[in-house]
């Protein structure tokens, strides 16, 4: 099999010798054929008697057929004999996520990174921009949230301050490369949990905020948005209206996940707020904050996108798109879920992400996963907008350690976002790219994607298993006892008045 990742639908080698022509600047040349009977995104290339023809309905799928033709010269010498390929996406979602905020990746690898995910024919890009651990996007509105927000005296990794921070001029450069190569840019902006960056740059923005510094370790922060106040939904409108002129593709991500109650139960304004919109539970407050702000994405023509959480399920508006990652929802109810008409893209953290160990993530472990839940109707199956594979970079402190993770795994990927499964010999195919990556930048070690076995794989378990520790975590409970006990002095203070 001719090592395409992915590959394509259909790919016949013929008998006759064919040998790509070029022009002055190098790009291989070929006859074009519109043509409207093709999928959005497919492309059609015939190499016989010394003529190439490309076909295909729309730009996106010319440029993956030159991004195959490419492919296909380097690895072949420029002489592939001649050929057929018919080919075109199984899912017009294929995305891959770069986690900017526990670490910062400056732009030109971000650059790179596209430039690895156009080569994989992937075509979504979120930017994980906001999170306890940084705030990544410059606000003219509240210029704290970089100044103050965008950086921390040490990491979970590394003794030293770290920071960093992309300004608008910047993500204007990032989001037109990725739209050059048909690639479309998704912006996280993390609420109401996960973000005690904002709540440091601007400690109204939290319940009880005076305090809380952006955070150095990982694991699940007890300081959430105080959604009991309009301000805060405000301060999340503003941040978004900011945004739209940068990133002006549909979806938004809202993040929406692992959020802690601990504060809001302690808090005046949210306790006022639950009792006002008369609701029993606290998910039910989550899901609210999270119902308005998609309710404002749609007066803007936007889409939310937020992590899924079983917590919310019933709460959330349909038109929330899901990201699926396994919080606690099993794979039945997803399906029911997906029959009922909501939108879905599928990010299971075992084995989608890519910061996981190759031993627990490896590539025999994504293509044994069903991308498609078991359950689902067929004629629900649309509401799959795809995958995406995410780079959460806790312990990813470098562009060298990222490129580790990814290659040969985002190519995996890639294929399993095209088909929908994976084609045999994945893993091989994905290997054979590594002359292509190293020529875009990356580095790549002759160990690249190796897995380990018995007692080296319960070690790697055991190594990857000790973060639980700070989900946990004994920092955050002491921290918390800490704020309980100044929260409750203040709302003491307040009801003596
Ligand atoms: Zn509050």
């Known amino acids: 099999m001719f090592p395409l990742v992915p590959a394509p639908i259909k790919f016949e080698r013929k008998e006759g010798f064919f040998k790509f022509l070029k022009d002055d600047s190098g790009a291989i040349k070929y006859d074009y054929v519109r043509d409207d009977s093709l999928p959005p995104e497919g492309y059609e290339l015939r190499a016989r008697d010394s003529k190439l023809v490309m076909r295909s309905c729309d730009e996106a799928g010319r440029f993956y057929g030159e991004v195959t033709l490419g492919v296909m010269d380097a690895l072949t010498g420029g002489t592939p004999g001649e050929f057929y390929i018919s080919d075109a996406p199984a899912f017009g979602y294929r995305g891959y996520m770069l986690d900017v905020a526990r670490y910062f990746f400056d732009v030109d690898t971000v650059l790179r990174h596209i430039d690895y995910m156009a080569l994989l024919k992937l075509n979504v890009l979120h930017l994980h921009l906001t999170d306890d651990q940084g705030w990544r996007v410059e606000i003219k509105k509240y210029p704290r949230l970089t100044a103050v927000g965008a950086f921390r005296s040490r990491t979970h990794v590394r003794l030293y301050r770290h920071g960093g921070y992309y300004t608008r001029e910047q993500l204007k450069q990032i989001v037109a490369y990725a739209h050059s190569k048909h690639i479309k840019v998704v912006p996280e902006i993390d609420f109401p949990g996960h973000f005690s960056a904002a709540i440091a740059a601007y400690p109204e923005l939290g319940c009880y905020g005076e305090g809380v510094k952006v955070a150095r370790n990982f694991g699940v922060k007890y300081d959430v948005a105080c959604v009991g106040k309009d301000t805060t939904l405000s301060f999340m409108k503003d941040v978004l209206e900011e945004l739209f002129d940068i990133f002006t593709d549909e979806y938004y991500h809202l993040g929406g996940d692992e959020v802690m109650y601990e504060r809001w139960k302690l808090c005046p304004e949210c306790l006022e707020l639950k009792r006002r919109l008369g609701f029993n539970q606290w998910s039910e407050v989550q899901a609210w904050a999270l119902n308005e702000l998609s309710a404002f994405l749609n007066e803007h023509g936007k ?195």
Do not use: H
């Not at 045999?424 to 190796?450: C, H, M, Q, T, W």
């Not at 018995?454 to 070690?459: D, K, M, T």
């Open 303 to 497: 889409k939310a996108i937020i992590w899924n959480e079983s917590k919310i399920t019933g709460k959330a508006d349909k038109n929330l798109v899901w990201q699926y990652w396994q919080g606690g929802l099993d794979e039945k109810k997803l399906a029911e879920e997906i029959n009922s008409g909501r939108q879905v893209i599928m990010s299971p953290c075992e084995p989608y992400y890519l910061d996981l160990p190759y031993s627990i993530n490896g590539v025999r472990a994504m293509e044994k996963y069903k991308l498609i839940p078991e359950g689902t109707k067929v004629d629900a199956v649309d509401n799959i907008l795809g995958a995406e594979f995410p780079l959460w970079t806790e312990l990813v402190p470098n562009a060298r350690q990222a490129d580790k993770m990814l290659f040969p795994r985002l190519a995996v990927g890639a294929e399993i976002a095209w088909r929908g499964c994976c084609d045999e010999n994945v893993g091989d195919r994905a290997k054979s790219y590594a002359p292509l990556f190293i020529r875009l930048g990356a580095i790549v070690g002759e160990k690249a994607g190796a897995e380990k076995k018995g007692i080296a794989y319960v070690l790697d378990r055991i190594w990857w298993e000790r973060r639980q520790l700070y989900w946990g975590a004994i920092g955050n409970l002491i921290g918390n006892m800490k704020v309980r006990r100044a929260a409750k002095r203040k709302f003491r203070q307040q009801n003596q008045r």
